[in-house]
């Protein structure tokens, strides 16, 4: 058995701007793909990534912010023509109200592609839990998927998720401040994956929108660059992944992210970037 992540977006918020493509990873298990958040473009990423849609097992929403649920109808509507068997949906409520109005939307091309294409219903295909919660969410013979609850306020429930397959261990923090609850998840884990934010840069962004507000919701629901490291050595993991960077419009340098992650932690930093696989 063979695991493989692939990072198909490490952007942190829901602005398209050219640089990385909104948050969303894929865990790839012999061939079987389980996606994690469906930011912006995860229709897209997948097909240049070549993860077939067929792989889809099932997909996991951290939270209902929308750079991490914005394309979950667009991802199942658009790979619905590749779909061979049913798809598992999980995340916080209220995320099978937004997935039916999402279809319920589209449903005259969706009754029409039915009709006129021979397709199986798309809402047959689809099995969606949702869970406010921590504990383990899924499991077949591939992977263990366990949520814990996270610190991302004014959101509740926000959930990080570790992956427990046959020869690694992954975790992806989802959106959070440093959080005892993510660290225990994490800890024995091969791999992190954690947002980040880089506070000394965020004024071009914030420039853009209502500073004082945005500021204050940034400071209080994410991590600092310079926070991450920490988090990382208390769970023990020797391998960091950063994404969900904020910013992500290319105006902080890599070698800068870098550095502020290693503040703290003895293990390795890897900088995610788009289509990286892992």
Known sequence: MTTKLVLLGTAGG??????????????????????????????????????PFSAIRAVFVTHNHSDHNADIGSLLMLGWSGLRSPVRIIGPPPIETMVKQVLEGHRYDLDLRVADEGRRPLHEMLD???????????????????????????????????????????????????????VELATGADVLVHETMHVPALDGLLSRHNGSRVREHLLASHTRSDEVGPVAERAGVPLL????????DGSVDDAVWQREAEKGFSGTVVVGQDLQEL
């Open 14 to 51: 829901p602005t398209p701007h050219g640089h990385r493509f909104s948050p969303a990873q894929a865990i790839v298990v012999d061939g079987a793909a389980y996606v994690f958040d469906c930011g912006n473009g995860v229709a897209h990423q997948l097909a240049r990534a070549g993860i």
């Open 241 to 248: 992944v950063l994404s969900h960077l904020t910013p992500a």
């Open 128 to 182: 969606i839990t949702e869970s406010s919660g921590g504990g383990v969410v899924y499991t077949d013979e591939h992977v263990t998927v366990t949520a814990t609850l996270v610190d991302h306020p004014p959101v509740d429930p926000a959930f990080g998720f570790r992956i427990d397959t046959a020869d690694r261990s992954i975790v992806i923090s989802g959106d959070t401040v440093p959080c005892d609850n993510l």
